[in-house]
Nanobody, 121 residues
Framework: QVQLVESGGGLVQPGGSLRLSCAAS????????MAWYRQAPGKERELVAS???????MYTDSVKGRFTISRDNAKTTVYLQMNSLKPEDTAVYYC???????????????WGQGTLVTVSS
């Protein structure tokens, strides 16, 4: 199976930057899509950015030009570089990986534990 470990959250001032990391580990899997979601209190979870196995990128309109999603050379760790942060970016950020399990011959999804990003002065 696949396990995800997130890191990088914290408190940052408006206009500041933060980089989130999500590392996937396990065996006998092939990653299809890696994505970042976020959820603020009282709001539904929303897809922020995603990257596919063929490097297709997607960003929600509110973060375009400010956030960048990327992967490491092994394509097992996904990053979210967050620049020009705004208070409305405050949320718990969750990593999600959609992958193919070679042993189970099925596509499966797994969530990270979440990391809190607080943008405040």
């Amino acid at each position: 199976q696949v396990q995800l470990v997130e890191s990088g959250g914290g408190l940052v001032q408006p206009g500041g930057s933060l980089r989130l990391s999500c590392a996937a580990s396990g065996s006998s899997f092939s990653i299809n899509t890696m994505a970042w979601y976020r959820q603020a209190p009282g709001k539904e979870r929303e897809l922020v950015a995603s990257i596919t196995d063929v490097d297709s990128l997607m960003y929600t309109d509110s973060v375009k030009g400010r956030f960048t999603i990327s992967r490491d050379n092994a394509k097992t760790t996904v990053y979210l570089q967050m620049n020009s942060l705004k208070p409305e970016d405050t949320a718990v950020y969750y990593c999600n990986v959609y992958f193919y399990s070679i042993m189970r011959k099925r596509y499966l999804g797994v969530w990270g534990q979440g990391t809190l990003v607080t943008v405040s002065s």
